[in-house]
């Protein structure tokens, strides 16, 4: 148990809809990653908050949109959903986001989207 | 930009045998390096990582992974590899700076019995 926790687990939904993916880091730990993992693009890095603020941008699309609250936990925003974004999203945190951190990643939330 | 390269997209080998998992690196500036796993159905884990000293960096499970600046690799190795072994390996890279750790595409070890 890495002490990241995601939710839901999984989400099926359609084409068009919008969902919210919910990430509490570890206990002590400032900063935040979101990945989106499928079988064709792999592990691909969307983005990263510190301490709330937004510290840097992967392959995120326009139509996602996440946020780190005061409390340090982070949501990532899907909307307009297609096909393609079904996939595995994996939330990290680290304790001060530099890169040399170990980052611990949650189990993850598998989206469906139909 | 760095960028980082996995040359072996699946790497099948036998019980008790040994294992190289290659990755190399681009970069132009000093750089950190890990191996993370991936088990089944699970999120990312470290293995090791290098930072700097030691060019031989030893982690968890028995593994170990060898920093060669002149190559620019970071091999992961294991001497006898055992069935839990057989997961997703992920080498990654980042800039000696404030700066997004770069995952490679990963490679799948299958341990045959």
């Known amino acids: 148990d890495s002490g990241v926790t995601q939710t839901p687990k999984h989400l099926i939904t359609a084409t068009g809809q919008r969902v919210t993916l919910r990430c509490s880091p570890r206990?002590?730990?400032?900063?935040v990653y979101w990945y989106q993992q499928s079988l064709d693009q792999g592990l691909q890095f969307l983005i990263q908050?510190?301490?709330?603020?937004?510290?840097a941008k992967g392959n995120i699309l326009e139509r996602f949109s996440a946020q780190q609250f005061p409390d340090l936990h982070s949501e990532l925003n899907l909307s307009s959903l297609e096909l393609g974004d079904s996939a595995l999203y994996f939330c990290a945190s680290s304790v001060d986001g530099s890169g040399s951190d170990t980052q611990y990643f949650g189990p993850g939330t598998r989206l469906t989207v139909l | 930009a760095q960028s980082v390269t996995q040359l072996d997209s699946q790497v099948p080998v036998f019980e008790e045998a040994p294992v190289e998992l290659r990755c190399n690196y681009s970069?132009?500036?000093?750089?950190?390096l890990f191996w993370y796993v991936q088990y089944p159905n699970q999120g990312l884990q470290l293995l090791l990582k290098y930072l700097s000293g030691s060019t031989l960096v030893k982690g968890i499970n028995g593994f170990e992974a060898e920093f060669n600046k002149s190559q620019t690799s970071f091999h992961l190795r294991k001497p006898s590899v055992h069935i839990s072994d057989t997961a997703e390996y992920f080498c990654a890279v980042s800039a000696a700076s404030y700066d997004k750790v770069i995952f490679g595409p990963g490679t799948s070890l299958s341990v045959i019995p």
């Open positions: 206990s002590g730990d400032l900063s």
């Open positions: 908050y510190y301490n709330g603020e937004e510290r």
């Open positions: 970069s132009s500036v000093s750089v950190y």
